[in-house]
Structure formats: C-alpha cells, structure tokens
C-alpha cells in the first residue's frame, strides 16, 4: 500500500492550501482516511478524518477552518485548508486505517508534507 501525498508548502497567514492524497493498493474499504500532522517538538495530532460512511471527525483547532473530502472511486483524500494561522505549520501525514475481512486492522501512512505558515 501506498499513500502519496501533494500540495504542501509556504503559505501566508489567513492564506489558503489544499493537500492531496493518493492511495494505491490493497485497501478495499479504507474504512478510515485522514490527515495527521506533527508540529516540531509536538506529538502527531489528528486533523480530520472521514469514515467510509461518511461520518467526519475534525480537530477542534481546525473546525470551520479546515475540510476534508474523499473520492472512493479515485481513492483519495483531500484537505482544503483554510485562513491557515502560523500553529498549523506541521508535517502533514495521510493516513488510511483498513480493517480487512479476516480482522485484521492496518494502519497506512504517508511520507509527509510540510505546511509553513508564516508572513
């Protein structure tokens, strides 16, 4: 499995970006899709994440802020960030949690991209 992720960058505050993930290979449900992110010197953090029946949880420092999307059939998972302030900087890591028909569970991960937010 493989998650590839785009869009990260320099960003203004207030301004706005909008990361892509695509996922390849043996996930049938996805059950889970999100995106993480790791601050320097923090612990990794959700930052949203949607549900495979639609249901979508986001942080509470990124409500009304922040939106995430999934395309089952492209099996992607975009975030559209916006009014970015500077505590978002982070790497931003996609995610993809699969639980599989025998009970297994995987959790997935992409390489990481950062967003700087700064003027």
């Known amino acids: 499995v493989q998650l590839q992720a785009f869009g990260g960058g320099l960003v203004q505050p207030g301004g706005s970006l909008r990361l892509s993930c695509v996922v390849s290979?043996?996930?049938?449900?996805?059950?889970?899709m999100g995106w993480h992110r790791q601050a320097p010197g923090k612990q990794r953090e959700l930052v949203a994440a949607?549900?495979?029946?639609?249901?979508?949880n986001y942080a509470d420092s990124v409500k009304g802020r922040f939106t995430i999307s999934r395309d089952n059939a492209k099996n992607t998972v975009d975030l559209q960030m916006n009014d970015l302030k500077p505590e978002d900087t982070a790497v931003y890591y996609c995610?993809?949690?699969?639980?599989?028909?025998?009970?297994?569970?995987?959790?997935?991960w992409g390489e990481g991209t950062l967003v700087t937010v700064s003027s």
């Open positions: 290979g043996n996930v049938p449900s996805a059950n889970v």
């Open positions: 949607v549900i495979v029946g639609g249901r979508i």
């Open positions: 995610n993809v949690h699969e639980i599989y028909i025998s009970g297994r569970s995987m959790d997935y």
